[in-house]
């Protein structure tokens, strides 16, 4: 089945067609030939080739092609139509020119039409572009094929003879300039990217290419080309704390947060990563919008056995989510580890800021359960509980917090003033009466506390209860 390749070339003119700037380039390949087929409306040129076809040095005549090989050349202008078909028989090249179907001796006429139309249609198309790059190498090194590209307005092209440049002996001290020089005058993230993924195996092995390489991928405008370069730079070399800053950088220009996320999960998939690169990374994560992505980059960072500083980005970083579900899923994350006293005493008045009093249960009893807290803290996370509008969920923290086992006398007062708070008799009276066992062996203080407390309850029948449990 015959494949079809579409591309625009924008400020494209064939020599001698009268054409307005902008052109459209179709590219057919397949049954061994490629056909060229470009056209304005008032003028179409149509170009057929078959095998491999070479040029003069003057790019004015076909000097060469393999025994299969065909050359076709057919312009449309105004209803009149010149073509020039060219063969190869044994060792002799035939050319045949003709002014609509008439065939007319090839010299002069149809020589000096070819000497005027094959210098732009090699340079709109990737006809003879091997030999062609094979001659500028040979006669100016690099430079001389950088130049010919520079003159070349298709992307399409250009990225082609990139390509074929690449695969010439090009010191390493020279990548950095030719990928400035071939992207620098590059418009299509496809073609500038097709060139990079193609190379940056070798651009890989120098500092200042690599560099030039994110710079090219900088100016690009589609996220997509720049995750797929960006990703492909983190797989093609170990992770060092420069390299993941250049990434982390390229990163941060990018407007999606789904093709950031991509990039920032890949690095953390990175083996040998250091604290300081995950600290980076988790500091990158401010720049992502989305509250889904966000806690897709923290919760994977935080599956990793983080210092404090790296604990502290992301309290700084889960500050900015939204959504108290995914505020949520980030914070117990970070609970499942012990974390420093510091860290948890600056991420206890971020769980004060969900709104959903689900949402905070959830947080202050993983905390509860999971960390070790001073009577300060303790005291703080009580009544963060306490801030909350059901009684329902407070009664949950107040008994979970009194079923601690290395709870004090200041905790179980603490808990006690703040179940204050709780306005049904139902759920207080279940409060006090799982506090009794702490009360019972308790000092003078603690009783005090209990029994001013009960003195809230309205319902006798409560209230009784209450007291009773003290008795047990």
């Known amino acids: 089945m015959r494949l079809v390749y579409l591309f625009m070339l924008m400020g494209v003119a064939l020599a001698t067609t009268g054409q307005p700037e902008k052109t459209t380039i179709y590219a057919s390949r397949g049954d061994a030939k490629t056909t060229y087929r ?91 572009a091997e030999s062609r790059v094979n001659r500028f190498y040979s006669k100016g090194g690099t430079q001389a094929v950088l130049t010919e590209i520079d003159a070349i307005k298709s992307d399409h092209v250009k990225s082609y003879y990139a390509r074929m440049l690449m695969k010439k002996p090009v010191l390493e001290k020279d990548y950095a300039t030719l990928i400035h020089k071939v992207t620098g005058n590059m418009h299509s993230d496809h073609y500038i990217s097709e060139f990079l993924q193609d190379n940056l195996h070798k651009f890989l092995r120098n500092k200042e290419a690599t560099e030039a390489a994110f710079a090219a991928t900088d100016k690009m405008g589609s996220d997509h080309y720049k995750t797929q370069i960006i990703k492909e730079v983190l797989r093609g070399q170990p992770a060092s704390l420069e390299n993941v800053q250049v990434a982390l950088t390229s990163a941060s220009k990018i407007h999606s947060d789904h093709y950031k996320t991509e990039i920032l999960t890949s690095l953390m998939r990175q083996h040998n990563l250091t604290d300081a690169m995950v600290t980076e990374m988790i500091n990158t994560s401010k720049t992502v919008q989305s509250d889904h992505y966000r806690m897709v980059i923290l919760t994977q960072a935080l599956e990793r056995d983080l210092p404090a500083i790296a604990h502290q980005r992301v309290v700084e970083s889960v500050k900015d989510i939204h959504s108290d579900h995914y505020k949520t899923q980030v914070i117990k994350s970070m609970l499942d580890r012990s974390i420093d006293e510091n860290v948890l005493n600056e991420l206890m008045p971020v769980a004060s800021t969900i709104a959903s009093d689900h949402y905070r249960t959830e947080i202050l009893t993983s905390m509860l359960n999971r960390q070790k807290f001073s009577d300060g803290a303790f005291t703080q996370l009580v009544e963060y509980g306490a801030d909350m509008g059901s009684d329902h969920y407070k009664s949950v923290i107040f008994k979970n917090a009194l079923d601690r086992s290395y709870l004090n006398e200041a905790n179980v007062i603490a808990i006690l003033n703040a179940a204050k708070s709780i306005t049904s008799d139902h759920y207080f009276t279940e409060v006090l009466v799982s506090a009794a066992p702490h009360v019972r062996t308790g000092s003078d203080a603690v009783k005090t506390a209990y029994r001013n407390a009960a003195r809230k309850i309205s319902s006798e029948t409560y209230y009784g209860r209450a007291i009773r449990a003290l008795d047990r």
């Open 38 to 128: 470009t056209s304005d409306g008032l003028n179409s040129f149509n170009i057929e080739i078959r095998g491999t076809i070479e040029v003069s040095d003057d790019d004015r005549d076909i000097s060469s092609m393999s025994h299969d090989g065909y050359f076709e050349v057919t312009k449309t202008s105004f209803g009149s139509r010149r073509t020039i078909k060219i063969t190869r028989e044994g060792s002799v090249l035939i050319k045949r020119y003709y002014e609509g179907r008439t065939e007319i001796n090839f010299d002069p006429e149809g020589r000096k039409w070819l000497a005027e139309i094959l210098p732009e249609v090699v340079r709109t198309t990737t006809i003879a």
